[in-house]
Protein backbone atom coordinates (compact mmCIF):
# COMPACT_ATOMS: atom_id res chain seq x y z
CA UNK A 1 0.00 0.00 0.00
CA UNK A 2 1.33 3.08 -0.93
CA UNK A 3 0.88 5.80 1.69
CA UNK A 4 -1.87 8.57 0.93
CA UNK A 5 -3.26 6.79 -1.91
CA UNK A 6 -6.98 6.51 -1.25
CA UNK A 7 -7.90 2.80 -2.52
CA UNK A 8 -11.51 1.41 -3.66
CA UNK A 9 -12.33 -1.27 -1.19
CA UNK A 10 -14.39 -4.03 -3.12
CA UNK A 11 -14.86 -5.90 -0.23
CA UNK A 12 -17.27 -3.81 1.03
CA UNK A 13 -19.46 -5.00 -1.51
CA UNK A 14 -21.56 -8.26 -2.13
CA UNK A 15 -20.31 -10.68 -5.08
CA UNK A 16 -23.96 -10.76 -6.17
CA UNK A 17 -23.61 -7.29 -7.72
CA UNK A 18 -22.03 -8.67 -10.68
CA UNK A 19 -25.20 -10.36 -11.64
CA UNK A 20 -26.64 -6.39 -12.09
CA UNK A 21 -24.41 -6.72 -15.54
CA UNK A 22 -27.31 -7.47 -18.01
CA UNK A 23 -26.68 -10.46 -20.62
CA UNK A 24 -25.57 -8.33 -22.97
CA UNK A 25 -23.06 -6.20 -21.50
CA UNK A 26 -21.94 -9.91 -19.82
CA UNK A 27 -21.62 -11.09 -23.54
CA UNK A 28 -20.07 -7.71 -24.98
CA UNK A 29 -17.27 -9.17 -22.01
CA UNK A 30 -16.73 -12.23 -23.21
CA UNK A 31 -16.16 -11.28 -26.63
CA UNK A 32 -13.03 -8.91 -25.46
CA UNK A 33 -11.67 -11.61 -23.46
CA UNK A 34 -11.96 -13.46 -26.35
CA UNK A 35 -10.87 -11.51 -28.71
CA UNK A 36 -7.27 -10.60 -26.37
CA UNK A 37 -7.09 -14.55 -25.73
CA UNK A 38 -6.03 -14.77 -29.42
CA UNK A 39 -4.78 -11.08 -29.73
CA UNK A 40 -1.33 -13.21 -30.76
CA UNK A 41 -2.94 -15.30 -33.12
CA UNK A 42 -4.57 -12.06 -34.84
CA UNK A 43 -1.23 -10.16 -35.43
CA UNK A 44 0.36 -12.94 -36.85
CA UNK A 45 -2.39 -12.36 -40.05
CA UNK A 46 -0.41 -9.11 -40.94
CA UNK A 47 -1.58 -7.48 -43.58
CA UNK A 48 2.04 -6.73 -43.79
CA UNK A 49 2.35 -10.22 -45.54
CA UNK A 50 0.41 -11.97 -48.68
CA UNK A 51 1.32 -15.27 -47.19
CA UNK A 52 -1.43 -17.59 -46.28
CA UNK A 53 0.19 -20.73 -44.62
CA UNK A 54 0.42 -20.57 -41.11
CA UNK A 55 3.95 -21.54 -40.84
CA UNK A 56 5.47 -19.00 -43.33
CA UNK A 57 3.47 -16.49 -41.47
CA UNK A 58 4.77 -17.26 -38.28
CA UNK A 59 8.17 -17.16 -40.03
CA UNK A 60 7.46 -13.62 -41.70
CA UNK A 61 6.50 -12.18 -38.24
CA UNK A 62 10.40 -13.75 -36.60
CA UNK A 63 12.16 -12.43 -39.36
CA UNK A 64 10.72 -8.87 -39.22
CA UNK A 65 10.26 -8.79 -35.81
CA UNK A 66 14.36 -9.18 -35.69
CA UNK A 67 15.08 -6.92 -38.38
CA UNK A 68 14.98 -3.23 -38.45
CA UNK A 69 13.19 -1.30 -40.91
CA UNK A 70 15.25 1.33 -42.19
CA UNK A 71 12.55 4.23 -42.89
CA UNK A 72 14.32 5.57 -40.19
CA UNK A 73 11.09 4.61 -37.40
CA UNK A 74 13.18 2.82 -34.99
CA UNK A 75 10.81 -0.31 -35.21
CA UNK A 76 11.51 -3.72 -35.99
CA UNK A 77 10.11 -3.94 -39.01
CA UNK A 78 6.86 -6.05 -38.09
CA UNK A 79 5.50 -2.99 -36.27
CA UNK A 80 6.32 -0.11 -38.96
CA UNK A 81 2.95 0.76 -39.77
CA UNK A 82 3.84 3.81 -42.39
CA UNK A 83 1.47 3.90 -45.37
CA UNK A 84 2.62 5.46 -48.22
CA UNK A 85 6.58 5.63 -49.56
CA UNK A 86 8.15 3.80 -46.79
CA UNK A 87 11.11 1.18 -46.80
CA UNK A 88 9.16 -1.41 -45.48
CA UNK A 89 7.53 -2.57 -48.40
CA UNK A 90 10.37 -4.13 -50.70
CA UNK A 91 11.84 -5.05 -47.12
CA UNK A 92 8.26 -7.32 -46.61
CA UNK A 93 8.52 -8.55 -50.78
CA UNK A 94 12.23 -9.62 -50.19
CA UNK A 95 10.92 -11.80 -46.95
CA UNK A 96 7.44 -13.29 -48.45
CA UNK A 97 8.62 -14.02 -51.58
CA UNK A 98 11.69 -16.18 -50.58
CA UNK A 99 9.72 -17.57 -47.83
CA UNK A 100 7.37 -18.62 -50.08
CA UNK A 101 10.37 -19.76 -52.50
CA UNK A 102 11.48 -22.30 -49.71
CA UNK A 103 14.53 -20.15 -48.37
CA UNK A 104 15.28 -20.79 -44.91
CA UNK A 105 14.51 -18.44 -42.53
CA UNK A 106 18.18 -17.88 -41.34
CA UNK A 107 19.11 -17.27 -45.12
CA UNK A 108 16.85 -14.28 -45.26
CA UNK A 109 18.06 -12.75 -42.23
CA UNK A 110 21.82 -13.43 -42.87
CA UNK A 111 21.05 -11.71 -46.40
CA UNK A 112 19.88 -8.51 -44.38
CA UNK A 113 22.20 -8.37 -42.40
CA UNK A 114 25.15 -9.65 -44.22
CA UNK A 115 23.86 -9.06 -47.63
CA UNK A 116 22.18 -11.12 -50.35
CA UNK A 117 23.75 -12.33 -53.41
CA UNK A 118 23.90 -8.92 -56.10
CA UNK A 119 22.98 -11.68 -58.85
CA UNK A 120 19.80 -12.01 -56.25
CA UNK A 121 19.35 -8.40 -55.56
CA UNK A 122 19.82 -7.95 -59.61
CA UNK A 123 17.63 -10.81 -60.98
CA UNK A 124 15.07 -12.11 -58.42
CA UNK A 125 11.22 -11.40 -58.22
CA UNK A 126 12.12 -10.65 -54.56
CA UNK A 127 13.80 -8.08 -55.45
CA UNK A 128 11.27 -6.04 -58.11
CA UNK A 129 10.18 -3.19 -55.86
CA UNK A 130 13.61 -2.69 -54.79
CA UNK A 131 14.62 -1.72 -58.30
CA UNK A 132 11.71 0.07 -59.11
CA UNK A 133 13.13 3.65 -59.37
CA UNK A 134 11.58 4.69 -55.90
CA UNK A 135 13.13 2.37 -54.42
CA UNK A 136 16.20 1.69 -56.26
CA UNK A 137 18.43 3.86 -53.59
CA UNK A 138 18.08 0.67 -51.48
CA UNK A 139 19.55 -1.72 -53.82
CA UNK A 140 23.10 -1.10 -52.84
CA UNK A 141 22.14 -1.45 -49.09
CA UNK A 142 20.69 -5.08 -49.77
CA UNK A 143 23.54 -6.36 -51.22
CA UNK A 144 26.06 -4.79 -48.37
CA UNK A 145 23.70 -5.93 -45.53
CA UNK A 146 22.33 -3.17 -42.52
CA UNK A 147 25.34 -4.61 -40.39
CA UNK A 148 24.76 -5.38 -36.88
CA UNK A 149 23.08 -2.09 -36.41
CA UNK A 150 20.09 -3.45 -38.40
CA UNK A 151 19.18 -5.81 -35.90
CA UNK A 152 16.72 -5.72 -33.31
CA UNK A 153 17.58 -6.30 -29.62
CA UNK A 154 17.65 -10.02 -28.83
CA UNK A 155 14.60 -12.23 -29.11
CA UNK A 156 13.11 -8.39 -29.26
CA UNK A 157 10.29 -8.40 -26.57
CA UNK A 158 7.64 -6.58 -28.55
CA UNK A 159 4.59 -9.19 -28.89
CA UNK A 160 4.80 -9.62 -25.01
CA UNK A 161 5.19 -6.16 -24.51
CA UNK A 162 1.87 -5.03 -26.33
CA UNK A 163 -0.13 -8.00 -25.25
CA UNK A 164 1.02 -7.27 -21.31
CA UNK A 165 -0.21 -3.50 -22.52
CA UNK A 166 -2.99 -4.36 -24.26
CA UNK A 167 -4.49 -6.99 -21.36
CA UNK A 168 -3.52 -3.96 -18.75
CA UNK A 169 -5.94 -1.38 -20.73
CA UNK A 170 -8.64 -3.97 -20.89
CA UNK A 171 -8.40 -4.97 -17.38
CA UNK A 172 -8.83 -0.88 -16.56
CA UNK A 173 -11.94 -0.21 -18.46
CA UNK A 174 -13.32 -3.72 -17.09
CA UNK A 175 -12.99 -2.37 -13.44
CA UNK A 176 -13.82 1.10 -14.35
CA UNK A 177 -16.93 -0.38 -15.57
CA UNK A 178 -17.45 -2.20 -12.80
CA UNK A 179 -16.68 0.48 -10.62
CA UNK A 180 -19.09 2.58 -12.20
CA UNK A 181 -21.96 -0.17 -12.25
CA UNK A 182 -21.26 -0.30 -7.97
CA UNK A 183 -21.45 3.40 -7.50
CA UNK A 184 -24.87 4.00 -9.26
CA UNK A 185 -26.82 0.67 -8.25
CA UNK A 186 -28.99 1.35 -5.59
CA UNK A 187 -28.83 -0.02 -2.21
CA UNK A 188 -32.33 -2.12 -1.83
CA UNK A 189 -30.94 -2.97 2.11
CA UNK A 190 -31.01 0.52 3.31
CA UNK A 191 -34.45 1.28 1.28
CA UNK A 192 -36.60 -1.45 3.41
CA UNK A 193 -34.66 -0.85 6.84
CA UNK A 194 -36.14 3.20 6.17
CA UNK A 195 -39.38 1.43 5.37
CA UNK A 196 -39.27 -0.49 8.47
CA UNK A 197 -37.59 2.01 10.80
CA UNK A 198 -40.74 4.41 9.78
CA UNK A 199 -43.61 1.38 10.19
CA UNK A 200 -42.00 0.73 13.78
CA UNK A 201 -41.96 4.16 14.39
CA UNK A 202 -45.62 5.04 13.31
CA UNK A 203 -46.15 1.88 15.50
CA UNK A 204 -44.88 3.60 18.43
CA UNK A 205 -46.60 6.82 18.21
CA UNK A 206 -50.09 5.50 17.70
CA UNK A 207 -49.35 3.21 21.20
CA UNK A 208 -48.11 6.23 22.87
Known amino acids: MIAGVKYFDYTEYDESLTSSLTLTELQMIKKAAFI ?4 GSVFAQSTHSKLKDPD ?3 KFQD ?5 LCTCGCNLPLYYCNHIGHCNGWPMRQIIDELLAEGKSQKFIEDGFIKGFPSE ?7 FTLARSEQYSYLVPMFKKGLGEAG ?3 PDSKWPQILAALTGL ?3 GVYMLYIRNKIRTKPNPDSSIDSETRNEILKKIEKED
Open 151 to 153: KTE
Open 120 to 126: MVDNHKA
Open 56 to 58: LLK
Open 169 to 171: VFL
Open 36 to 39: LLFA
Open 63 to 67: ISNKI
